[in-house]
């Protein structure tokens, strides 16, 4: 059972366009902030204090490559995100044009 913190902190997380462009986009694979950068256009801080509301939240999960870090969705905790996530709009030509622009592999 959830308790009403952990409900608030994922409500709270999924109340900025800006991260739900974010959970968009790692429903579609898992991404490192500077490839989120480049699709979103904002700045590395920016990105990291999303991504970072996000963690708290438990909507996504984190995994260290050397020095960079890929996100990608998690939201487990919560019987309903599965069910909020289809809701998000296709982003794939987002990712899709970053792989054009040769920016995907960035992090490499």
């Known amino acids: 059972m959830l308790d009403w913190e952990q409900l608030a902190e994922c409500h709270k997380a999924l109340g900025d366009k800006t991260r739900l462009h974010i959970l968009s986009l790692l429903k579609v694979e898992e991404l490192c902030v500077c490839e989120i950068v480049e699709v979103l256009q904002i700045t590395q801080p920016a990105v990291s204090q999303h991504m970072r509301k996000l963690k708290t939240a438990k909507l996504v999960r984190e995994r260290r490559s050397g020095q960079w870090v890929f996100y990608s969705l998690d939201g487990s905790i919560y019987p309903f995100f599965e069910s909020i996530v289809q809701t998000f709009p296709d982003v794939q030509h987002?990712?899709?044009?970053?792989?054009?622009?040769?920016?995907?592999?960035?992090?490499?």
């Open 94 to 108: 987002e990712i899709e044009e970053l792989k054009k622009m040769g920016l995907r592999v960035l992090c490499n």
